[in-house]
């Protein structure tokens, strides 16, 4: 390899790099709780919600869940201290999976979007997204599925 052609390969490599540790960092953000599915409930443990355990009081504003009757996931949102919103993260468009970031979830097909609670925003989607009730106690969110 020639020197210009090396100095040519580093220099994009090295503007390259930021970028990659953003898209790193940004990845970061998305995190998908371990949850019990049980007759219809999903529970997951408000631990989930904790970013790092040396800081307990940093918390997610939403986790992402899994579940064996759904092909897309669920967005478990932390509104406030004890309170949650779980939506399927299904485009009521034309179903899409949705995007979640800056408090809202996005569509990538046609631009539709949502509040963090589910309520349709910007079409061309014109119904509000699938919600589950949740309840709490101590330690656990519940989803109720049906
Ligand atoms: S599928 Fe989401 S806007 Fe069209």
Do not use: W
């Not at 949850?35 to 918390?59: C, R, T």
Request: hydrophobic share 35%; glycine share 8%; proline share 4%.
């Amino acid at each position: 390899m020639e020197r210009k052609e090396f100095l040519k390969t580093c220099g994009f490599g090295l503007v390259g790099l930021p970028f990659a540790a953003s898209l790193l960092h940004s990845c970061g953000g998305i995190h998908y709780a371990v949850a019990n599915e049980n007759n219809g409930m999903i529970s997951i443990a408000k631990s989930q919600f904790v970013i790092h355990p040396e800081k307990p009081d940093k918390l997610r504003n939403f986790v992402m869940v899994q579940s064996s009757r759904y092909k897309f996931p669920l967005c478990l949102y932390r509104t406030d201290k004890e309170n949650y919103v779980a939506s399927l993260m299904r485009c009521t468009h034309r179903g899409c999976e949705l995007n979640v970031g800056g408090g809202i979830y996005s569509c990538p097909c046609h631009g539709s979007e949502f509040t963090n609670d589910g309520t349709m925003m910007t079409g061309p989607a014109d119904e509000n997204l699938k919600t589950f009730t949740t309840t709490t106690d101590a330690e656990n969110i519940t989803i109720h599925l049906s």
